[in-house]
């Protein structure tokens, strides 16, 4: 459904993309992920024709997105970070309008509008005015609009932000129907628990680059190697560190008093094999501990070097 290949952009000194590559495939939840700044949404607005970027291959379902023709635009639904709303108009009536633009006559588009508002639970809505519904119904209707002309891809960037936890449930089960109608969908998100629960596939980009991508089991995998160690000593930490320090899978050591953090590169095997060791070099240990992996530990370890 999407390919990206060799993407570049750059604001002036600020390269936002550096050789970007990404394909998601028809069907898939694809999950978003990167630090403020790391190209996420210049990349959905390369891909939704908003944007030329400097270099590189922008290809949906088969068409050139550089182009910026009339079949993309039939063939995408963009949903930005921010967006605007229509306050004077009643839910149907903004349905309504934006139909109109795609082409729809009037009985068509209050028809699929109603069918819209139904989908994203704002039927009981419809004849309220805009400016008196809350911000996850405005954006459960900046949704729908762009459902409208039916799109094949679904491009949404940042759709639960500022939402309460009852209006993320509900955009979540949205998003769930969505695919079952089979839509692909971009979805960026900084609510990386719920990522992990809608997406079918994650992409983690940083600085412009994608630096890791896979379905959520792939990652979760990843995640579980990239989780660190709790040890606790009696005494001797000074020497634990130390010996810690010589094996080839532990990483950055950190320690308050006798608590130490290790980050591991492994498996529960490789971790077996690092309080093996320390046993063997008379460490005194009381308590050895692995986190257990998430998408949010994956995420800041990739991503720790990088501002926000």
Do not use: W
Request: glycine share 10%.
């Amino acid at each position: 459904m999407l390919s990206i290949k060799g993407l570049e952009k750059t604001y002036g000194d600020f390269k936002a993309l550096n050789g970007l590559d990404l394909t998601i495939n028809k069907g898939e939840i694809f999950g978003f992920i990167g630090p403020n700044g790391a190209g996420k949404s210049t990349t959905m607005k390369i891909v939704s024709g908003l944007l030329t970027p400097d270099s590189g291959e922008v290809y949906v379902d088969g068409i050139d997105a550089i182009k910026r023709n009339k079949e993309l635009k039939e063939k995408i639904g963009y949903m930005p970070d921010f967006f605007g709303v229509y306050d004077n108009l009643k839910a149907i009536e903004y349905l309504e309008f934006y139909g109109s633009i795609y082409g729809l006559s009037y009985s068509e588009g209050k028809k699929i509008g109603m069918d819209l508002l139904e989908l994203v639970n704002l039927k009981d809505k419809s004849e309220s005015y805009v400016d008196g519904l809350s911000r996850g119904m405005k954006q459960r209707l900046c949704l729908a609009r762009c459902l409208m002309h039916n799109p094949k891809l679904l491009i949404l960037d940042e759709p639960a932000s500022g939402m309460d936890p009852r209006a993320r449930f509900e955009m979540k089960n949205i998003l769930k129907n969505l695919r079952e109608m089979d839509k692909t969908i971009i979805v960026s998100s900084h609510i990386l628990s719920e990522l992990g629960e809608i997406c079918t596939n994650i992409g983690i980009i940083e600085r412009g680059k994608m630096v890791c991508q896979g379905t959520v089991e792939e990652i979760m995998e990843e995640a579980k190697g990239n989780n660190p160690l709790f040890i606790t000593v009696i005494d001797g930490v000074e020497e634990a560190i130390k010996v810690l320090k010589e094996i080839p899978t532990i990483g950055k050591v950190t320690f308050d008093k006798n608590k130490i953090t290790a980050s591991l590169s492994g498996d529960e095997a490789e971790a077996a094999e690092v309080l093996r060791t320390l046993i063997n070099r008379n460490i005194k240990v009381t308590s050895f501990n692995k986190s257990e992996g998430n998408l949010e530990d994956l995420f800041i370890k990739l991503t720790e070097n990088i501002e926000s």
